[in-house]
């Protein structure tokens, strides 16, 4: 059963219906004191940085989440937004993020004549960086659905899992220990997405 | 790798599936909720879902409906159609929509675009820009709720949508809606030219190559009704989508 955190910003039931598609049994929480149980957490999010941590912070959700995630590392996957706000914090606001990765967010740096557009928006191919349980390295080309003007950067090159180019490389997903996390949507990413979160099912 | 989305753009009305030429003589083409399993099927990038008769008749969106098409699709959905209010953008997002599109509503004052492109973040605020051309051939706004023109330069529009926080702009030309003949290449260009977000280009898709050609103007992505829908001269009802390596080949 994988809980999925409602903190108010989310495309909650593109979740809930890729999960349920692929044979898993999710449930979405409104309060942090259902955290007590989880076996396993995704963390989404569409929006400002600032305006998620500020729900996050509001709704009494950070003192649980962080026991659940750092103390009794349940496995948990973040999302777009909610990968960001796992980072320190984002050029995008001026509130500290939760800081289970050692990565900071900045916003894609093109030049001005740059063919490349902000946000990037549609479909990349990635790359895998390392052996995880999430994605495996294949011949076959590999690619999810992005809508983002801000991408994480890890300070420790081991934590980076996948990356894509837009303009130039930028890290596409992020490991350390139980965390995952995509900057990519798996739940709008047909099989490939698919395949991902079967994986993490699996974990 | 594909670089460029090619987005089948499926309008609404009174929950069946129509297909307009030049915003008019909406010909029925089937259920809404079959044509998006098999468009889901066939992989396509993106889908965009319009309802247009929800502003011209002041009818709220169809959240029932709508909940259906987001639970069949693994690909990103986009909704527009009578979206007047945060209230309703929220219940869309709540629903399983990415990106809401907004046109009627922001024609004169584009502050929702500020305050939802504040909320949900500018990448799921689309605005929608229709452009007809007048008998000097001089492309002018259109407002598709009421056919008029609103009197002011559609570039200007463009750029204050942008402005007030649009994370793309879907732009559709009008005489061209429908006709499968070749996308307005000059309007694309005038707006590719002079925009910083992603441009969605629509009307008048009737091969790869004038998607190609709506690319080549600088559209980030390309989206088309009658090409996906209809099949020969008589405009037999067929949904089909080119295959990815095909339009890798083609765009890539």
């Known amino acids: 059963m994988i809980y999925i955190v409602n903190y108010g910003l989310g495309n909650l039931n593109s979740i809930r219906n890729i999960v349920k598609k692929i044979g898993g049994e999710s449930k979405i929480i409104d309060e942090p004191g259902e955290l007590s149980d989880a076996k396993k957490l995704i963390l989404p999010g569409i929006g400002a940085f600032d305006h998620g941590m500020r729900f996050l912070n509001e709704r009494g959700w950070i003192d649980e989440l962080n026991k659940t995630v750092l103390e009794k590392k349940i496995p948990v996957l973040g999302i777009c937004l909610g990968m960001q706000l796992m980072c320190r914090g984002s050029e995008e606001g001026v509130l500290p993020g939760l800081g289970w990765f050692d990565a900071d967010v900045k916003r894609f740096q093109l030049p001005a004549n740059s063919p490349f557009k902000i946000p990037h928006m549609g479909w990349n191919a990635v790359q895998v960086k390392k052996d995880n349980p999430l994605i495996e390295k294949k011949e076959e080309e590999q690619r999810f659905y992005f809508v983002h003007s801000y991408h994480a950067v890890c300070n420790n090159p081991q934590d980076e899992l996948l990356t894509a180019v837009h303009g130039y490389e930028f890290t596409a997903a992020i490991h350390h220990e139980n965390r995952y996390a995509t900057q990519f949507h798996p739940e709008k990413s047909h099989r490939f997405g698919m395949d991902l979160l079967k994986h993490f099912i699996a974990i | 790798m594909l670089k460029h989305r090619v987005i089948p753009c499926l309008l609404l009305r009174n929950g069946g599936l129509v297909k307009t030429t030049r915003f008019a003589d909406p010909k029925y083409v089937g259920d809404p909720i079959n044509a998006i399993r098999i468009f889901n099927d066939k992989e396509v990038d993106e ?32 909704y527009g159609g009578g979206i007047k209010t945060m209230e309703q953008a ?126 080549d103007a600088g559209a980030s992505a390309v989206s088309a009704g009658a090409f996906f829908v209809f099949q020969g001269p008589h405009r037999a009802v067929l949904i089909t989508y080119p295959k990815y390596n095909e339009l890798v080949q083609l765009l890539g």
């Open chain 2, 47 to 78: 889908l965009m879902v319009l309802d247009i008769t929800a502003s011209k008749e002041k009818k709220e969106p169809n959240y029932t409906l709508i909940e259906q098409f987001a639970s069949e699709c693994f690909m990103p959905l986009s």
């Open chain 2, 90 to 215: 929220q219940r869309l997002f709540n629903s399983g929509i990415e990106k809401i599109c907004l046109q009627t509503a922001v024609l004169n004052d584009l502050s929702l675009v500020n305050n939802l492109s504040a909320k949900w973040g500018s990448s799921s605020i689309l605005v929608s820009i229709d452009v007809k051309r007048n008998w000097l051939g001089q492309p002018k706004l259109y407002a598709a709720a009421t056919g008029k023109s609103p009197g002011i330069k559609w570039t200007d529009f463009m750029l204050e949508a942008v402005k007030a926080g649009a994370g793309e702009i879907i732009l559709n030309a009008v005489d061209r809606d429908g006709t499968m003949k070749g996308m307005d290449v000059e309007l694309i260009k005038e707006a590719a030219k002079i925009l910083s977000v992603p441009l969605v280009a629509v009307g008048g898709a009737g091969s790869l190559a004038d998607i190609k050609a709506a690319v």
